[in-house]
């Protein structure tokens, strides 16, 4: 729309990198890695005209989590319902809860401006560096002394300690403590996890916060009306296209090599690849001498642990959770298996000494519930998020092909402890591990988010310090994906504000 010309080149047969839907079985539709949508910028929906182009995103209207013991919890849009639900629980948490919603949802408006521009970088003497700091600071003031307290918690803070100051009920904080360790190597109970908490309530779906989606065909409906958006304003798209190196020429990317061997020469390089796989491979085997010794050094040190994996079931038909049988509202949303902090604690120990959790946290959606095209009348879909499955496994990553169906089976033997007629319907199974997500997309040791959202990672320091605003040692080579700030989801934020940097500095 600026009048650059732009050549999009994706790796798969399919556009849209971990954000795709696929038939792997015939009649099925499956999201296969990413499958809700929540951080997806309005501005960027609304500039693009998304909407126009296909984007249609129904929200979830529940999140649901069972217990053993046949008892469950549902958290409702309705206030005076969800209310009800705690309250069977804990009639002091009930009380509580709306309360930290507010408190966390004014957090989440002043964190919102973090990732709606370029990181500031607190060293920096630039006049458009201190103006921006000077307001991030205010807006903090703005916040009052106890809202600026809780900002502070909720940056050292473990998601169970931090939960655990507002509420008594496991039963509650289980579920909501799982919010700070989706895509991260650590437990609910290590420091540092409650900051990602502030992540579910930056979340808005037609205008409505906290609120999550399911993009109408699956997260690949997401990639499509991107990509139709853009041929529609000029780009082009090619598929099975993978690179096999950028090219380098007196200190600037001058274009890239495909694996076929034809060559594209290009006045700008713009990489959506997690960073150590843009540096440290895509530049080749010599790409020290391409970048200065500090950055090389940072880069290789960046945190890109994986720590999850995803199983996708087509389904003959509905499997009912003894807790609440039936495929009513409560089935269309999120399904948490996490019955206590406890729990969730000791899947990540059997992560940490190198092997995938027994018994895992899932996070589960029937997909097939909230749009029927994605599998055939009466069949099911089922995407199913998992942690932890480490990828450096005991005996190294390597060793996944020979552990997957293994994995496979502690996912469904768990989900079917509270739905018993899961195992009779199950006509297919896709298990992905860490090392498939590395291989087959491409994300670096499977990490979801292009490296770690931890503190040390965030901000200025994405992905290093010093180079946080999509500009590389190499001129004329940029970073747009989840490895730059703000970081990982299907956001659309770090390719917007890189687009946006690189035109401000008339670098394309």
Not at 65 to 84: F, N, V
Not at 300 to 328: I, M
Not at 490 to 502: K, N, Q, R, S, Y
């Amino acid at each position: 729309r600026a009048g650059r010309s732009v050549l999009v080149l994706e790796r798969r047969h399919v556009l849209g990198g971990a954000a795709v839907t696929e038939e792997i079985y015939p009649g099925f539709k499956y999201t296969v890695c990413s499958y809700v949508v929540s951080l997806l910028r309005p501005h960027i929906i609304r500039d693009l005209k998304l909407a126009e182009f296909g984007l249609e995103i129904a929200p979830l209207e529940a999140s649901f989590t069972p217990y053993p013991d046949g008892r469950s919890l549902c958290r409702w849009p309705d206030p005076a319902m969800t209310r009800e639900e705690i309250g069977r629980f804990s009639k002091r948490d009930a009380d509580l809860y709306p309360q930290f919603g507010l408190a966390m949802g004014k957090l989440a408006r002043f964190a919102k401006a973090f990732i709606d521009e370029p990181a500031p970088d607190p060293a920096s003497l630039r006049p458009s560096d201190l103006i921006q700091l000077l307001g991030l600071g205010k807006s903090l003031q703005g916040l009052g002394d106890d809202l600026a307290a809780l900002q502070f918690k909720l940056s050292t803070m473990s998601a169970v300690d931090f939960l655990s100051e507002w509420f008594e009920s496991d039963e509650l904080m289980s579920p909501m403590s799982v919010s700070g360790i989706i895509g991260t190597f650590l437990g609910v109970k290590s420091p540092g996890t409650a900051y990602v908490l502030l992540h579910h309530y930056m979340g808005e779906i037609d205008g409505a916060s906290r609120a999550w989606g399911f993009p109408r065909g699956g997260t690949g409906a997401v990639s499509e009306a991107i990509a139709t958006a853009a041929r529609h304003f000029g780009a082009d798209i090619r598929v099975s296209a993978p690179v096999d190196h950028i090219t380098v020429s007196g200190g600037k990317a001058t274009g890239v090599v495909l694996e076929s061997g034809e060559e594209i020469k290009a006045r700008t390089v713009v990489s959506g690849c997690e960073p150590r796989l843009t540096f440290l491979k895509l530049l080749g085997p010599n790409y020290r001498d391409h970048l200065p010794d500090e950055f090389v050094t940072q880069i290789s040190r960046y945190k890109a642990r994986g720590s999850s994996g995803k199983v996708n079931l087509a389904l003959d038909h509905f499997p009912e959770f003894t807790a609440r049988p039936g495929d009513g509202p409560h089935m269309r949303g999120d399904i948490a298996i996490c019955p206590s902090t406890d729990y969730l604690e000791r899947a990540y120990n059997d992560a940490k000494y190198g092997t995938f959790s027994a018994r895992p946290f899932m996070n589960v959606v029937f997909p097939s519930l909230l749009d029927r095209s994605m599998a055939p009348p009466g069949k099911h879909v089922a995407s199913i998020f998992v942690q932890y499955a480490p990828y450096d496994i005991e005996g190294g990553a390597s060793r996944w092909p020979e552990e997957r169906e293994a994995f496979g089976d502690a996912v469904i033997d768990t989900l079917a402890e509270y739905c018993p007629t899961l195992k009779d319907g199950i006509l297919h199974r896709q298990v992905l591990t860490p090392w498939d997500l590395e291989q087959e997309f491409g994300l670096t040791e499977g990490n979801i988010f292009h490296g770690e959202l931890g503190l040390e990672q965030l901000l200025f320091q994405r992905p290093v310090a010093g180079w946080a605003r999509y500009a590389t040692p190499i001129r004329g080579l940029w970073l747009c994906g989840s490895g730059a700030h703000p970081g990982g989801g299907i956001m659309g934020a770090p390719g917007h504000l890189a687009a946006m940097e690189m035109l401000k500095r008339r670098a394309v």
